[in-house]
């Protein structure tokens, strides 16, 4: 608001000025008609600025004012004054540091989607930060919509920190700072789509379900980057996988995390599994190295896994090769998104996994000791 009514001030302190000289050089009169011309000139830039989002004061609002001035008597250099002012650029960003608690990577997937279309909703120019345990932009690149913003582009701009991870979504609307740092896990990308389906570029249009909407958004805007897809590439994915997300929590290898599932139910999910497609190759990703060992043992050659380190790459953050831990995250989510039967766990990791997989996936879910059919929406 005071912003826009410094630019009135100013755009009428340029023209007013402007005419000044001109009526001054010209005919050195100061009659009524002039002052008449001047505020015919401040109305029409007034409604040029309440109606454009960047505005030009064109020749023609100068021109047509000058029409009813006497006639220069000197020569004449001041035809017209272009005067072009853009309003600021405003940002949203996704922050996700290592100052505080984010969460893993399906909070972050869910995050970024709520905060994207935030920043649709609210005319804001979207970017992502994420920089723990290190740089996203190692694993993925931005596909249809650039979200890396130059750093000089944000410095020195009034800004503010948002965190709200755990508290769900948050009304920016009546927020004027420039640029917004958010912290959020917040669901409801879905809903707000919803909401501005008017204002969504064509390669996000056309999502329904709560599952396309999803998939729509992210793929929007990651592409694995040349490093993952080289990393995948030397897995060399089969064509037709019986996959299962194990997450366990709690555990020698990943002490501060509450307890999931339970190690002596998996031998039950393995059963399951096996008795799919016996032309299937399995594949198991998991947050336990002992499960990773069962599933070797049990499966042997129709097995496979990532190979790599495990680690949450949150509650973990700070060990060594927490880095390799996220690629290997990222790899085994990757994995699960590709396969033709899945059957995921009570977590958000694979819950985003199934949700960027093919409509006519086999999907079920694994928890205490059953393993049901599970839906998407
Ligand atoms: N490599 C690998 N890491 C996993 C696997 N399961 C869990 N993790 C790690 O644990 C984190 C779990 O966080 P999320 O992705 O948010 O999933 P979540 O199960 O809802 O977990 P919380 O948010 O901690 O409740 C992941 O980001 C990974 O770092 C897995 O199968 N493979
Ligand atoms: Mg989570």
């Known amino acids: 608001m005071n912003l826009t009514v ?5 755009v009428d302190v340029v023209i007013v000025t402007c005419l000044i000289i001109k009526t001054w050089s010209n005919t050195k009169s100061n009659n009524k008609s002039d002052i008449k011309t001047l505020s015919n000139v401040k109305s029409n830039v007034k409604t040029n600025v309440k109606n454009k989002s960047f505005f030009e004061l064109k020749t ?4 047509a004012a000058s029409k009813k001035q006497p006639k220069p008597s000197v020569n004449n250099t001041t035809q017209s004054v272009v005067v072009k002012i853009t309003k600021p650029t405003k940002y949203l960003i996704y922050l996700c540091d290592s100052k505080r608690y984010c969460g893993g990577f399906g909070d972050r ?15 804001r120019k979207f970017g992502i930060v994420m920089s723990t345990p290190c740089d996203v932009r190692q694993f993925f690149i931005p596909n ?56 969504l570029p064509p390669y996000l249009k056309g999502g329904t379900t709560r599952k396309q909407i999803f998939k729509l958004i992210w793929e929007s805007l990651m592409k694995p980057s040349r490093h993952v897809i080289n990393h995948l590439k ?27 599932n339970k190690l002596t139910s998996v031998p039950k999910l393995w ?13 198991v990703a998991t947050d336990n190295i002992e499960v990773r060992d069962s599933a070797r043992r049990r499966f042997t050659k129709r097995y496979f896994d990532s190979e790599g380190k495990i680690l949450h790459i949150d509650r973990q953050k700070g060990l060594d ?9 990222i790899i085994d989510q990757i994995i699960l998104s590709k396969c033709s039967v899945l059957i995921i766990s009570r977590s958000s990791f694979s819950f985003r996994a199934a949700m960027l997989g093919k409509k006519s996936k086999d999907l079920y879910s694994f928890h205490g000791t059953s393993i049901k059919p599970f839906k998407l929406t």
């Open 6 to 10: 410094n630019l009135y001030y100013f």
């Open 60 to 63: 023609k609002d100068i021109t």
């Open 109 to 123: 997937q869910r995050g970024i989607a709520y905060a994207f279309m935030a920043a649709i909703q609210l005319d």
């Open 144 to 199: 249809k919509y650039n979200w890396i913003i130059p750093e000089s582009d944000l410095i020195g701009k009034p800004q503010k920190l948002i965190n709200s991870v755990g508290l769900g979504g948050m009304n920016l609307s009546n927020d004027t700072t420039e640029v917004i740092y958010l912290r959020t896990n917040a669901p409801g990308n879905d809903y707000i789509y919803r909401r501005i389906r008017h204002k």
């Open 234 to 260: 030397t897995l060399a994915l089969p064509e037709n996988m019986t996959c299962a997300h194990v997450r366990i929590g709690k555990s020698k290898n990943l002490p501060n995390d509450p307890a999931r």
């Open 271 to 283: 059963d399951f599994m096996e008795k799919f497609n016996k032309a299937n190759t399995l594949f």
């Open 321 to 329: 090769a927490d880095c390799l831990g996220f690629e290997t995250s």
